[in-house]
């Protein structure tokens, strides 16, 4: 059993059904809340939350702070449970995976630019907020495709989602408004190779 | 009367004043802009802002803002926004707004539409160059504004063709006129508003 995870996606019938659940979504996307057992939640967000982050800005792309990634969530992206974990969802074999941190608080966004789009892919995120992580703070990763209205993954506390990116989707982090006072959010994401 | 007189301060229509005015857009940082106070006639803009406030404004929001916006002026049924959109597609305007920029703007193409900026709103940095813009305008019509509302017109200085950052901000004040040269170096922003108050104002761009 991996203690780092919420005992509830340790079991195959679980990862089964969420697999089911991810290949029947158009585009290809899963949501888990409440994803790490308490403790290890709560210790990575302390982490993450007093570490002095490297301010990350131009204006007509992006504001946030870049964090290095904990050494325990390095070691649990690269674990065999994770990458089991991952197999399962997407069906398919994976070699690595890749992780980056970002901290986002009032002020701060992504906006679509063209680098963000990198064509077919599976991105990944954990995310880490205060408490009290209200809809109209913003904040959310929506991805959005030219028709149609964007796909947006709600800030929730101890989540992770996955997706996998069409050709001609793009990411973005929403702006977030004043609304969040000193509320602050980390998104832990990457991709799949 | 003149189209120009009928809705402008007479002041502003002053041949010393206008060629003061060509100077101040001409040498603007950390782009061609300017900002007139007191530009139209005071009843006028209360006009303006009366019949604005009676449109339905629809809220949209992107990656790249959250705002409330009418639909173009130009299918408008209110009589006061119709002769403003007359006013702003006139030659007499077109050749007022290239008595002060220089610039050649086609009377008639235009877009006009009010804009409205409630609390949490704004629009990030982007520098408006789409097909044949020339000059982007905005007459403000909100009440009250000052620094700590935020809600202001932030200009940006330009590094290697990219935005650099913001070294100015223009507080929206009552009956003010903004323009400026739409460009590669145009980057500008409308700072969030974080009243309660409504930023409210018609804009848009002649070609």
Redesign the interface.
Known sequence: MEHRVNGLYCYSGVLEQARANFMASHPKMIFFKEFFSRTFSENVWKKLSAEKGRRIY???KFSYEALDVPIELEDFAKSEFFIDFLQIILGKKIKEVSLEARRFSH?D????NGENFAGKRVDFFFLFCDNGWEE?FGGYT?Y?KKDGE?IIFPVVNNSLAIISVEKDMEE?V??I???AGGKKLVKIGGFVK | MDILQNWIDERNLNSDLIEELRGKFEMAEPFEHLHIENFLKEEKANLLREALLEENFVYKE???F?LSQTADLSECKNEVLKSFYLFLSSKEFSEFMKRITGIDVVSGALDVAGSLYRS?D?L????DLIDDRRIAYLFYLCVNFEEKD?GRFLL?SEKGG?????VKAQIPKWNSFMLFRVSRKS?H?VE?N?SDKERLAIGGWLH
């Open positions: 131009q204006a007509e002020k966004y992504v906006l679509i109209k929506a959005s964007p973005f929403k702006y408004k004043h609304f | 992107n990656d790249l959250s949490g704004y990030l940095c982007h520098d935020g940006f990219k935005p650099w950052k913001a980057f922003a969030e974080f």
